[in-house]
């Protein structure tokens, strides 16, 4: 079948029930039939299987709304993403809604399933806070045309038109960029995984080097295959970075934070021989022995604007989707300062 034409009555028809049994677990309300748990079950994997996506909004014609909105959250996802939606759900509960949150990585059905629970349980919006995964072959996006009342956070890669909250990474990076510069630096080096992300952060820095008057070295560029670094594999790119002659480092607070260590160990001092910056502005960042220069992604400016799209949604499906770019600011701290 075709995605975007599948009925209710089709799943009904594949599981052998009533379309008002398929109602019931997919749209639960109260005062509706009981139906058994393997049943449920059945229907709610042909439908998964199908990619049944019913009308999100369409959901609360047929009773009281809910006041619940949900967030679909990676598993894997950064710290500010959590900050953000424990911002977000103080907001939403000043308005009287509650925030009702689901976790998967890497899994379109999953995903998919995440979103067809909040359809289950009549959200009257939905915030995706993760929803690209390039290295894993799929988008979300691909999977929500025909649902309204959706927010990204993050701009999405898709046909279809969403509203959004995205920060520029790109001008938090260039910033990045002129800081050091402006402390002297000559040799920076990156270090960010997975190519399919790591390769528009490398335009950023690469654009901003040569406007520094800097020359920009690929080599000295690092991108693991991979999240998950072993510390003999960091221990290796430190190594490397210091025998390059590198004397600061881009990269996020969780690798920053290891790397200066491994520093440390080898005897190379932060900041005078490398200057070590990240991105995220972790809290942790403030208390280190050296306290780390990073990037502020305004995590508290990302969560009131992702309250304030939901909140227009909730009040008219039929908005006009709108785009809220957001700049970022640096924080610098000691593991940057001007030291050769």
């Known amino acids: ?30 005062g509706s039939i009981r139906v058994a748990p393997k049943t449920a079950a059945l229907i709610r994997r042909i439908a998964s299987e199908l990619n049944y996506r019913p009308d999100l909004s369409a959901q609360m014609l047929a009773g009281k709304k809910s006041g619940i909105v949900g967030a679909v959250l990676d598993t894997l996802a950064p710290g500010n993403d959590h900050r953000i939606l424990t911002a977000l759900e103080k907001l939403l509960a000043g308005r009287g809604l509650r925030l009702l949150t689901a976790q998967a990585h890497d899994n379109p059905a999953s995903f998919r399933g995440c979103i067809g629970d909040f359809i289950a349980y009549r959200a009257e919006a939905v915030v995706l806070m993760s929803h690209r995964y390039p290295e894993e072959g799929f988008n979300l996006c691909e999977y929500c045309g025909n649902y309204r009342n959706l927010v990204f956070f ?32 000559r040799r920076i080096a990156g270090y960010f995984p997975i190519e399919s992300y790591a390769a528009e952060k490398r335009n950023f820095i690469r654009r901003a080097m040569e406007r520094n008057g800097l020359e920009y070295d690929d080599g000295i560029f690092i991108v693991p295959p991979r999240h ?5 594999e960091l221990a290796a790119t430190a190594r490397r970075l210091a025998g390059r002659g590198c004397d600061a480092l881009l990269t996020n607070d969780f690798f920053a934070i290891r790397l200066m260590h491994i520093f440390k160990t080898m005897g190379v001092a932060v900041p005078a021989d490398i200057a070590v910056t990240g991105c995220d502005d972790e809290p942790v960042c403030q208390w280190l022995d050296t306290p780390l220069t990073s990037i502020n992604l305004a995590d508290d400016r990302v969560a009131r604007e992702l309250f304030r799209l939901l909140e227009e949604t909730i009040e008219d499906d039929a908005m006009k989707p709108q785009a809220v770019w957001l700049e970022p600011r640096i924080v610098v701290r000691a593991s940057s300062a001007a030291g050769h």
């Open 1 to 30: 079948m075709t995605p975007g034409k599948v009925r209710q009555a089709d799943v009904a028809r594949l599981a052998k029930v009533s379309a008002a049994t398929v109602s019931q677990v997919l749209s639960p309300h109260q």
């Open 154 to 185: 993050r701009k999405p890669e898709s046909p279809h038109e969403f509203s959004y909250v995205d920060v520029d990474i790109g001008r938090g990076l260039a910033m990045m960029v002129d800081h050091l510069a402006a402390t002297g630096r």
């Open 228 to 232: 998950e670094v072993t510390d003999a």
